[in-house]
């Protein structure tokens, strides 16, 4: 949970570095809420099959897109890449495969030009 207020407090940081971990925890926890509101927009009878999702996940999915998609930045940053390499999501289904690689990929362990390795402020 405190990757996940970790993302929160960098609301819109879109400078420096992410840890995978810091990552995919904050993107787990994304899903776990975002199942948990759609369970409570079905019930309340909110929940639209035709776009795929109701009033509740819907406002949580605008709150969250600016640190997610910083988030995401930092994440490639730490990859030594830059944050416009999201974009390769628009080429359909290889570009997703691609960006999900580039974000599970190790980290690069040396300073770059987007900042120090953030594992070493940690030990």
Same mark, same amino acid.
């Given at each position: +949970?405190? =990757?996940?207020?970790? @993302? ?15 990552? =995919?925890?904050? @993107? ?7 199942? &948990?509101?759609? +369970?409570?927009?079905?019930? +309340? ?6 776009? &795929?999702? /109701?009033?509740?996940? &819907? ?10 998609? %910083? %988030? ?11 944050? =416009? =390499? ?8 290889? /570009?997703?495969? @691609? ?15 987007? &900042? ?8």
């Amino acid at each position: +949970m405190n =990757w996940y207020l970790e @993302v929160l407090k960098k609301y819109a940081v879109f400078s420096g570095r992410a840890r995978r971990k810091e990552y =995919w925890y904050f @993107v787990l926890f994304n899903m776990l809420i975002g199942i &948990g509101l759609m +369970m409570i927009d079905i019930e +309340m009878g909110t929940f639209s099959a035709i776009n &795929g999702f /109701g009033t509740f996940g &819907g406002i949580y999915t605008l709150g969250i897109l600016i640190p997610a998609i %910083a %988030a995401t930045v930092r994440r490639l940053h730490d990859t030594n890449r830059s944050g =416009w =390499w999201q974009l390769i999501v628009l080429i359909p289904i290889i /570009g997703g495969i @691609v960006l999900i690689v580039f974000l599970a990929s190790n980290s690069n362990p040396e300073e770059n030009q987007y &900042g120090p390795f953030p594992k070493e402020s940690l030990i």
